[in-house]
DNA sequence: TGTGCGTTAAGAAAAAAGCTTGACCTTTAT
DNA sequence: ATAAAGGTCAAGCTTTTTTCTTAACGCACA
């Protein structure tokens, strides 16, 4: 099937799954469509799913007391979202997850993606192996935002992801990077 | 507080309660914020809590097999709202509530209701009075459906509610009153 | 057998979203 | 102390989306 050709692509780039193993993956996979503005998760119901987008892009925000808005995660074709916390502990999500385009989704239900894993010792390694390296991108964000300037945070994502910068809105971008849209309003400008 | 005089007023209406009742009442409350479009109720979940709108506006619909929403309640300011049905029985529900505008709501669980009702009468005899008035009016609404034409009952609604009528959009309106949007339109003409 | 209302489709109108700019303020690193 | 960086607020402009209207046509039923 081709919504699972980007999926298992994504797999096979850390381990290698047998034809029965790869069947019964792709069998706990629910796919959904969800059109721009849609909601994913929100806050109030648990997270059921882990996703990937197999088409569009999606935005995982936080609001705070004030309702300011915080966006955690800008997630395009070929990632992975959820509110995690939820997802894991079972726990009512607190996080918005919203698409910011018409897109196709890939679902997984947690009990299901950890039967599969304990049974499938490659599968496992495959989420553990991914899981790492999104940590290891986590910290390095980290790392970005207590050390350097709006500035420099504005066009070290831009050149890292364009085609990302150029797609989704402004303001999107702002609440991910900590910097005010008017803020990047003149950064642009100035260039 | 602020928030809590909307629902302490509603409740004045009808019973008075003593400062530590009040004090009590309002311990079950929690406060929520939610995005326009975001659903607070929704197929498969537990309707939990009872709501109160402080700020904003929700309606409560219903989908049928051929995608079409069915609005059951359309609410705004100092209107409750939840899907009754689960929210008593502690079922899934069946209906979407959805926020047509960011909203502020006050939510109460329904053992925290229970509980609080059976200790306190006048709290008790609140809710008993309140709900009986709002059964009232849903037989009324029951009867102008099948007994009087769309243009009747547009016209109606729209005397009886300006503000929410200029307030919600066409489509919730109709919706509501099992008119569709083209033929509000062509009633409005008309006049 | 015409009136009332539904459906579909297209366009117009209105509203909302998104972006920019200026004025002004606060924080912080010289 | 003060300049640079970046925040907030408000206003205005542009673009996109949503909502409303209208026309054409069909069906039911009084």
């Known amino acids: 099937m081709n919504?699972?050709?980007?999926?298992l692509n994504h797999i096979a780039r850390y381990?290698?799954?047998s034809e029965?193993?790869?069947?019964?993956?792709?069998?706990?996979?629910k796919t959904t469509r969800v059109k721009k503005r849609q909601f994913i998760v929100q806050p109030g119901f648990v997270s059921e799913y882990?996703?990937?987008i197999v088409e569009g892009s999606v935005r995982?925000?936080?609001l705070d007391d004030l309702g300011k808005e915080h966006t955690v995660i800008i997630a395009i074709e070929d990632w992975f979202f959820t509110d995690f916390y939820s997802y894991i502990h079972r726990t009512p999500a607190e996080y918005y997850a919203e698409a910011l385009e018409d897109s196709l989704i890939l679902q997984m239900k947690y009990e299901d993606v950890e039967e599969l894993c304990s049974r499938i010792h490659s599968l496992s390694q495959y989420f553990r192996l991914f899981?790492?390296?999104?940590?290891?991108?986590?910290?390095?964000?980290t790392i970005s935002n207590i050390s350097k300037t709006s500035e420099e945070r504005y066009w070290e994502y831009v050149n890292k992801y364009p085609q990302i910068a150029s797609r989704v809105p402004q303001y999107v971008l702002?609440?991910?990077?900590?910097?005010s849209p008017e803020s990047i309003s003149r950064i642009r400008s100035r260039s």
């Open 15 to 17: 381990v290698e799954l």
């Open 50 to 52: 882990r996703n990937y």
């Open 20 to 29: 029965s193993e790869i069947k019964e993956f792709i069998s706990i996979l």
């Open 60 to 62: 995982v925000f936080y």
């Open 131 to 141: 899981t790492e390296r999104s940590m290891a991108y986590s910290y390095k964000r």
């Open 3 to 7: 919504v699972y050709k980007g999926i």
């Open 174 to 179: 702002a609440s991910y990077l900590g910097i």
